[in-house]
């Protein structure tokens, strides 16, 4: 997508999500400017209930002069933008509108909108807000104040530049000729005395679970950017891995999730501790959600009413927020398919069914080396291109990688162009560029040739399975989900999805 592209619309809001940080302002500020500047009418808000009232990011709106208000309801634009965000996310509040657009650098988590931007491997929005600038040929460094602001978005977004790796982070870093003053005070200006002191409060009264290392703190009320605060320096403790940190609120609970491990996704954990009572979502390190008062009062008593304020309230909910957590770590079983001896004795046999799929030569599309993110129903799988890659297209559009020697003996080539009918078209991702490649183009067709023969049972339980192809990112399985090995290759493990395996597969 390009800015120039927005153009086409008069009147434009501009939405970062609610509890905004400072690299969703830093964003909307740099699109609200071009936007401005080109003669639109345009707005930069966001919502929730509570206007930003963390230190630093007061400052940086003051002393930057960005022009972003706090909102509960607006009249419907002809266009709004989300910035730093996804439009139907749990942190976005819903505006009516009658175009959606999204700029973004977090991991896609639904349908996107044809204008849209995506791009997961920066380490900030603001990197890809100046990239979007660049290409219309817009120099941030004519605007001082902008080129404080993405400065800042991507200082505090990447943790001080320690988590920097894509070279549009780096050049951001590098080239932005930003105010040195305003940048240190904005750095000295994270934590007002009473958030000291609630920062304290929270880490001196933890809660730990030695068997799964993870810890548990309550904050008293404070802005949510806080309890991110309080969350990344608890992750520090040598033996913590995982982490919560929340508050209680007079219309819910507000929490932040860390994790620094493989096996666990923070933004898989936010939605996990909602389900049912709220939402959640972030990152794969960093996530954060909501919890419901009502609808937590109704889990805790099952449907009666059930008092969640004052000491004892506390208390259930400290022990409701424990049970979940302990539930994810104790329910879920982690396979290393590499390194694993799958145990096919309750396992029953089958095979493909004579269904059409699609299937692409990997190194028709990009260079052998490239490394491209591959996503699945289950999980993302990170591999490179190599000479006999061979990236197969499901019923759904589901996608999963494959070899030459399995493939030939596992398909008859049709060699047609494939007729994708799925709803979305499937896409692989080349992680150094963070563009986007549709496979339809590429796309032939095939069909099993008898000899597609898989051990499968279903799950009753959550599975996370880290492939042969990819050993730092896992597929997940939920109970009604299927677990697959194939006969031929038994650390070929994965995870098929149970409408897929339902509609693709039948017993020998």
């Known amino acids: 997508m390009r800015l120039r592209e927005l153009l086409n619309y008069d009147t434009i809001v501009i939405q970062c999500h609610d509890n905004p940080d400072a690299d969703a302002l830093a964003s909307g500020f740099g699109v609200y400017t071009y936007l401005k500047e080109q003669g639109k009418n345009v707005r930069f808000i966001y919502g929730g209930r509570c206007p930003v009232q963390k230190s630093n990011l007061v400052l940086m709106v003051s002393e930057l002069k960005i022009p ?14 989300t910035v730093d965000c996804q439009y139907g996310q749990g942190n976005v509040t819903r505006f009516e509108a009658g175009t959606v657009a999204v700029i973004d650098h977090h991991q896609v988590s639904g349908p996107l909108p044809p204008l849209s931007e995506i791009r997961s491997n920066l380490g900030a929005c603001a990197t890809l807000v100046r990239e979007l600038l660049r290409r219309e040929g817009v120099d941030i460094n004519a605007d001082k104040r902008l080129a404080t602001a993405l400065y800042y978005g991507l200082l505090t977004d990447t943790n001080n530049f320690t988590e920097i790796s894509h070279p549009l982070d780096r050049d951001l870093r590098d080239d932005a000729v930003y105010d040195r003053s305003m940048i240190v005070r904005f750095r000295n200006a994270n934590l007002s005395l009473r958030e000291l002191e609630i920062a304290g409060e929270a880490l ?22 806080i309890l991110g605060m309080i969350s990344d320096l608890m992750l520090e403790v040598d033996t913590v891995d995982t982490c919560l940190v929340y508050s209680v609120l007079p219309f819910g609970i507000k929490f932040s999730v860390r994790s620094c491990v493989k096996e666990v996704k923070a933004s898989e954990l936010a939605a996990f501790i909602t389900a049912g009572i709220g939402s959640g979502g972030g990152h794969l390190e960093k996530a954060g959600g909501f919890i419901q008062t009502k609808l937590l009062e109704e889990a805790l008593s099952g449907g009666g009413q059930r008092r969640t304020s004052g000491q004892g309230g506390r ?114 991702k080349d992680v150094l560029e963070g563009k986007n490649i549709s496979l339809v183009p590429w796309a032939k067709t095939c069909v099993p040739g008898g000899e597609v023969h898989i051990y499968a049972a279903r799950l009753d339980h959550c599975v996370k399975v880290f492939t042969a192809w990819d ?32 509609r693709t597969y039948e017993k020998m």
Do not use: W
């Open 204 to 225: 001196m009264n933890y809660r730990y679970n030695e068997k799964h290392r993870y810890a548990v703190a309550m904050a008293e009320p404070c802005d949510p950017n």
């Open 471 to 502: 050993e730092e990112k896992y597929m997940l399985g939920k109970a009604g989900d299927y677990l697959a090995v194939r006969m031929d290759d038994l650390h070929d493990i994965y995870v098929i999805e149970k409408n897929i395996f339902q």
């Open 68 to 81: 972003v208000c706090h909102v509960d309801a607006m009249e419907k634009p002809e266009l709004l933008v």
């Open 315 to 428: 208390r259930e909910i400290e022990e409701f927020l424990l049970g979940r957590m302990d539930r994810y770590f104790s329910d879920c079983q982690i396979i290393y398919a590499k390194d694993y001896r799958m145990d096919i004795s309750g396992m029953a046999a089958y095979k493909k069914k004579k269904i059409p799929l699609g299937y692409v030569e990997a190194r028709e599309i990009l260079p052998v080396g490239t490394r491209v993110c591959i996503r699945t129903l289950e999980g993302d799988l990170d591999v490179r291109i190599k000479e006999d890659l061979y990236i197969m297209i499901g019923i759904e559009g589901e996608v999963y990688p494959n070899d030459r020697t399995k493939f030939e003996r596992s398909y008859v080539r049709l060699d047609v162009p494939y007729s994708f009918t799925g709803e979305y078209a499937p896409v692989v």
